[in-house]
Every structure is written in structure tokens, then in C-alpha cells.
Nanobody, 124 residues
Framework: QVQLVNSGGGLVQAGGSLRLSCAAS????????MSWFRQAPGKEREFVAA????????YYADSVKGRFTISRDNAKNTVYLQMNSLKPEDTAVYYC?????????????????WGQGTQVTVSS
């Protein structure tokens, strides 16, 4: 079992920045690929960013590429999402997710564990 706790959300003006954190406890964190997803009101959960177990490879949704950066610190059992140049359309609840198995990184159903979510609101 892995427990994930999200933090770092909040209200920010367009063009601003936020950094989300996801602290993991339980089984060996470094053995899990990690991702961030988000869900806006009335919309389906969508992929935002992913990072491999050793932090060698990262993936981003086209909508956030160049603005968001995913990283992880395996010594601290934490994954981060640095969000810059935020836009109102980035407003959503953001969730971190962990998986041990392989699969398409952008597919939510391939993930085994989820954080509780943290609200990000970007005002125009």
C-alpha cells in the first residue's frame, strides 16, 4: 500500500506560479512511476504530467508543456509539480497518482494509488 498526500494548491492570478507537492508513505517510493492528473468541474480527469521511477523520463500534456515541470525526490518520497504562467483554464483539482505496473502513462486507470486532490484556482 502507498498513501499519497497532496498539498500546495491555492488561488493565484493568471501568470502566477504554484508548486504542488505529493508526499508518499508506505512501500518503496522509488519503485513507482508518478503522475499528476487534474479534473475541472464538469469535465473528465485528464493527464497533466508523468515522471519515471528514476526521474530519467518525463511526459507532459500539450496544454502544459513549457509551463509545468514535474520532478521527484526519492530521498524525501515526494513528487512535485511546478506550475508557471498559470492560466484560468488550469483551474481544477489536481491529483497525484502512483503505479507499479506498466501501461500508458496518460491513462488514469493504469494507476493504483491516488492522492486526495488539491484545488488550484487561477483568476483572470
Amino acid at each position: 500500500q502507498v498513501q499519497l498526500v497532496n498539498s500546495g494548491g491555492g488561488l493565484v492570478q493568471a501568470g502566477g506560479s504554484l508548486r504542488l507537492s505529493c508526499a508518499a508513505s508506505g512501500r518503496t517510493f522509488s519503485g513507482y512511476a508518478m503522475s499528476w492528473f487534474r479534473q475541472a468541474p464538469g469535465k473528465e480527469r485528464e493527464f497533466v504530467a508523468a515522471i519515471s521511477r528514476g526521474a530519467v523520463t518525463t511526459y507532459y500534456a500539450d496544454s502544459v508543456k513549457g509551463r509545468f515541470t514535474i520532478s521527484r525526490d526519492n530521498a524525501k518520497n515526494t513528487v512535485y509539480l511546478q506550475m508557471n504562467s498559470l492560466k484560468p483554464e488550469d483551474t481544477a483539482v489536481y491529483y497525484c497518482a502512483a503505479r507499479y505496473r506498466s501501461g500508458d502513462y496518460y491513462v488514469a486507470s493504469t494507476y493504483d494509488y491516488w492522492g486526495q486532490g488539491t484545488q488550484v484556482t487561477v483568476s483572470s
